[in-house]
């Protein structure tokens, strides 16, 4: 059964910084491209940022480009998400996803909550 | 990329169908067929129920039906049942593939 579960949430002063960590399994992790997806209090889903399987493209929202990088480790089944100059508007249940071939989301893991707050 | 946009809210009694509807763009769901629908119930991770406008995945109960006309796609829930209390996003990739675009959620209510 995949598995996808988040850490590495918490709450972080404006301006912070945190990162994000994925792990999988049982999944052909090397053969997905990943997502991270995020939720904040009462809002909808936001898609955030992607890598492709092997690292060769990445691509952000709007709204975190610049501060936030995604990158990930094979070797280690693992996604991640380094979140910079942080801001109360970006705080949310951050979601990694993995996509299908057919360009949507087909397993999800649990979230984990950031809060950005003084 | 603008949100897409849905009914805030759709309920319905056990047995009837429902229908929420997702507004695009040209942009988006308009252009593309990669449109898929989510239910996501509180404190769970979403699960998708319909993809590439029309297809479901195995194990998904065939209530679940999605179309597309222009820039609006459909997901109809047929027998409504109370299990099928939770929000549903709609979904579309757009700008060749390199972003996505969700919708801003209908919270569906069984009566």
């Known amino acids: 059964q995949v598995q996808l579960v988040e850490s590495g949430g918490g709450v972080v002063q404006p301006g912070g910084s945190l990162r994000l960590s994925c792990v999988a399994s049982a999944l052909s992790f090397t053969s997905y491209g990943m997502h991270w997806v995020r939720q904040a209090p009462g809002k909808g889903l936001e898609w955030v940022a992607f890598?492709?399987?092997?690292?060769?493209?990445?691509y952000y929202a709007d709204s975190v480009k610049g501060r936030f990088t995604i990158s990930r480790d094979n070797s280690k089944n693992a996604l991640y998400l380094q979140m910079t100059s942080l801001r109360p508007e970006d705080t949310a249940v951050y979601y990694c996803?993995?996509?299908?071939?057919?360009?949507?989301?087909?397993?999800w893991g649990q979230g984990t909550l950031v809060t950005v707050s003084s | 990329q603008s949100a897409l946009t849905q009914p805030a809210s759709v309920s319905g009694s056990p047995g009837q169908s429902i229908t929420i509807s997702c507004t695009g763009t040209?942009?988006?769901?308009?252009?593309?067929?990669?449109v898929s629908w989510y239910q996501h119930r509180t404190g769970k991770a979403p699960k998708v129920m319909i993809y590439e406008v029309t297809k479901r995945p195995s194990g998904v109960s065939n209530r679940f039906s999605g179309s597309k006309s222009g820039n609006t796609a459909s997901l109809t829930i047929s027998g409504l049942q109370a299990e099928d209390e939770a929000d549903y996003y709609c979904c579309s990739t757009a700008v060749s593939y390199t972003s996505w675009v969700f919708g801003g959620g209908t919270k569906v209510t069984v009566l």
């Open positions: 996803a993995s996509k299908a071939a057919a360009y949507y989301f087909d397993y």
């Open positions: 040209s942009s988006d769901v308009g252009n593309y067929n990669h």
């Open positions: 890598m492709q399987y092997d690292g060769s493209e990445e």
